[in-house]
Nanobody, 120 residues
Framework: QVQLVETGGGLVQAGGSLRLSCAAS????????IGWYRQAPGKEREWVAV???????NYGDSVKGRFTISRGNAKNTVYLQMNSLKPEDTDIYYC??????????????WGQGTQVTVSS
């Protein structure tokens, strides 16, 4: 009924940049908030960034000033521009969204994750 598809992960050298994309599709009435978490094996999931309905954004302390979250012109699309990447940014990045369906049911959805690897 609702899917989140993430793209853009890959391997980059420290100091480089990547842009992640997340596209939501399905029986969507509205997206109340959409953002990113990251998690590496053996580590807890870490909140990265969120953009809310209306355009307000919030970031985790570790990425402030380096990452930017934005909504795309395409419907139900969000981007995470990652600059000045560090080896400690190496994680699987997950897109998550709070979505109200056309049936007016609200739930949280998760993408499959995309691997970001930053080499030193």
């Amino acid at each position: 009924q609702v899917q989140l598809v993430e793209t853009g992960g890959g391997l980059v050298q420290a100091g480089g940049s990547l842009r992640l994309s997340c596209a939501a599709s399905g029986s969507i009435f509205s997206i109340n908030a959409i953002g990113w978490y990251r998690q590496a094996p053996g580590k807890e999931r870490e909140w990265v960034a969120v953009i809310k309905d209306g355009g307000t954004t919030n970031y985790g302390d570790s990425v402030k000033g380096r990452f930017t979250i934005s909504r795309g012109n395409a419907k139900n699309t969000v981007y995470l521009q990652m600059n000045s990447l560090k080896p400690e940014d190496t994680d699987i990045y997950y897109c998550t969204a709070r979505i109200t369906t056309i049936q007016r049911f609200t739930n949280d959805y998760w993408g499959q994750g995309t691997q970001v690897t930053v080499s030193s």
